[in-house]
């Protein structure tokens, strides 16, 4: 068959159909760019992004150019959320447990103590507590509660802003958590903007410079969610030269010989344990697969066309569907009822530790009283200072022990039987004075009495723990 033997209308239905096919392709080009030019709109109502200064403190400037995200962070502003251990309200922690009047007499945390509010909060609530009222505190206390503290860091210098009086410091802040704390500016891209866990990186020899895209939706909240000191009264710092972990914390601690407080019954040398969330999840199943904080606690959120990271960070307990459920194709009945067993096994070894510790402190307190020798005073106090840094490593941890069951296990465990080696020794030294019976423990079962204790220890006006127990009623013939 030669060319000029076919029909002549297919001579043109060839480039017809081509024409027609480019024509489609443009068309859908067309519709698809407007789609996204309106999801664009959709997302930034301003034409132009509003260009932000280095060190904008102000949250609702970088709304202008972010509005769901912004719209989100506000929701942290929410307080009325609970759930079994957790949420957004500030509950009570010293009228929930009275032991705690007692592990933490005569230190601030034994004044007041109440649960994590959102980062809406930070500002307000750090300047409202009760343990910020002393004038000399110290600027540092601000480090992870503004986003205007960047900003002064660059003015002052870091040492110089660590050092200047908190009620001082006041003045100039005023805007609390929020986007310049993990973005830059112009990229948005996260960013790392607290110099402690810059440094805590440098001390490891790591640079932190290195870290991978998802390696940072966990290090954002790691700039405050960990356990700190100020090194020479005011300089943060992060306890980690040797490791994260709780043992390799205490081992720096023993080496600076840094104490918290002394205690008024013990006088054991106390550390005080922050919340060391960041070193925590550190060591469990999901940091092991490489799922982050943001994974949880910022869920990805959609709206039309949308897709954005929820900035309303709470507990995901609060928001299951879009948090675990995107993994873990559990009912949400299911998955709360899981997190609450494993929660409910570590806050009952949580009260173990802690029941065991206030006995601990007592029995090292009527050690003392009968004039038990200096060295084995020492030893005693050295297991409960051991036992008492695990019990809080734990205690002071958000998410109760959730985010590593095993590890949160492990330390309380640890801390149980530190605690009854404690009380073992005092026994011994008891018994070397000639004291048999088991010393006398005050009524500390409300908040009103275990503060009626803890303030006749700090008042140098000590209750008698060495009364001896009344002689056993006679058996009845
Ligand atoms: C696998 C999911 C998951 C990951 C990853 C995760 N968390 Fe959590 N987090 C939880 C759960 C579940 C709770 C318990 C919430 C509750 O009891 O209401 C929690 C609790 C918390 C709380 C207390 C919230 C409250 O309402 O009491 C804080 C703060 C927190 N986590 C911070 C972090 C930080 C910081 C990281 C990363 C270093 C992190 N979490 C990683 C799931 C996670
Ligand atoms: C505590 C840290 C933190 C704060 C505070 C924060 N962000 Fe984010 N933001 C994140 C994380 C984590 C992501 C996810 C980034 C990723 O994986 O690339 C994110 C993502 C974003 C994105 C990228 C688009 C998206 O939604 O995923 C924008 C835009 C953004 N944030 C804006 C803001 C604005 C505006 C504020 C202040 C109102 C803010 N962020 C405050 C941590 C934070
Ligand atoms: C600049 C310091 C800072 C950064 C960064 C930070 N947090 Fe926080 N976070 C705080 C402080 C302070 C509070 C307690 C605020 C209060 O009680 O007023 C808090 C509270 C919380 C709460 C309790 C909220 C509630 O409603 O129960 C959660 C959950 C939380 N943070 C998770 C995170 C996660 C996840 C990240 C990282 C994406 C992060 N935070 C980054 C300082 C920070
Ligand atoms: C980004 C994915 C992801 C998210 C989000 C996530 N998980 Fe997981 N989870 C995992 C992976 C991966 C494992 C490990 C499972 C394995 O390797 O077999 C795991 C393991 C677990 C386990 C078993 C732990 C153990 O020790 O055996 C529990 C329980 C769990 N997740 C609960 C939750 C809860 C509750 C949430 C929400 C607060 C959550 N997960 C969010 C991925 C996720």
């Not at 959709?42 to 400037?61: F, I």
């Not at 469990?284 to 954005?308: F, N, Q, S, W």
């Not at 993994?327 to 096994?345: D, T």
Request: some cysteine; charged content about 20%.
């Amino acid at each position: 068959m030669t060319e000029t033997a076919l029909p002549k209308r297919r001579r043109w239905a060839g480039p017809l159909i081509a024409l027609l096919l480019a024509a489609v392709v443009v068309l859908v080009g067309l519709l698809a760019s407007s789609i996204m030019e309106r999801r664009w709109e959709h997302q930034r109502p301003a034409l132009v992004l509003k260009p932000l200064p280095e060190w904008e403190p102000d949250n609702a400037r970088w709304g202008e150019n972010y509005p769901f995200e912004y719209e989100s962070y506000l929701a942290t502003k929410q307080d009325t959320s609970t759930t079994l251990y957790g949420g957004s309200v500030p509950r009570d922690y010293l009228d929930e447990d009275p032991r705690l009047v007692i592990l933490f007499a005569g230190y601030p945390f034994s004044v007041e103590y109440r649960q994590a509010r959102g980062h809406y909060h930070a500002v307000e609530d750090v300047t409202g507590t009760k343990r910020t009222a002393n004038p000399a505190t110290v600027g540092t206390c601000m480090t992870c509660k503004s986003t205007d503290v960047p900003r002064l860091m660059a003015k002052l210098g870091v040492a110089e802003f660590y050092k200047t009086p908190f009620h001082e410091l006041k003045q100039d802040i005023k805007h609390p958590i929020g986007c310049q704390d993990c973005h830059d500016p112009v990229s948005m891209n996260l960013r790392i903007t607290r110099p402690a866990l810059r440094e805590a990186f440098q001390a490891q020899g790591k640079s932190i410079d290195q870290a991978s895209h998802q390696e940072m939706r966990a290090l954002v909240c790691g700039q405050c969610h960990v356990e700190y000191f100020f090194k020479d009264k005011t300089y943060l710092t992060f306890p980690w030269q040797q490791g994260m972990a709780v043992e390799q914390m205490l081992a720096t601690y023993e080496g600076n010989g840094h104490v918290d407080f002394v205690h008024p019954v013990s006088k054991t040398p106390i550390l005080k344990a922050q919340h060391p969330d960041y070193e925590l999840w550190a060591t469990g199943i999901h940091a092991y697969r490489g799922v982050t904080c943001a994974d949880c606690h910022m869920p990805y959120r959609t709206e039309g066309a949308l897709k954005y990271t929820n900035h309303h960070v709470q507990s995901p307990l609060l928001d299951i569907a879009n948090s675990c459920a995107v993994c873990h194709r559990w009912s949400e009945e299911e998955v709360k009822a899981r997190v609450e067993a494993i929660q409910g096994k570590v806050a009952a070894l949580k009260l173990k530790v802690e029941d065991a510790l206030v006995a601990a402190h007592f029995d090292v307190g009527a050690a003392a009283q009968a004039g038990a020798d200096e060295a084995g005073l020492a030893e005693a106090r050295r297991l409960v200072r051991q036992a008492q840094f695990r019990w809080d490593f734990i205690a002071a941890n958000n998410g109760m022990g959730f985010h590593s069951p095993q590890e949160s296990m492990r330390v309380l465990a640890d801390g149980v039987d530190l605690a009854q080696q404690a009380r073992l020794v005092c026994a011994r030294l008891l018994a070397q004075k000639g004291i048999s019976s088991p010393p006398r423990h005050p009524d500390v079962s409300t908040r009103e009495k275990a503060w009626a204790v803890a303030q006749a220890f700090v008042q140098n006006q000590p209750i008698d723990l060495l009364g001896v127990a009344p002689p056993p009623a006679p058996a009845s013939p």
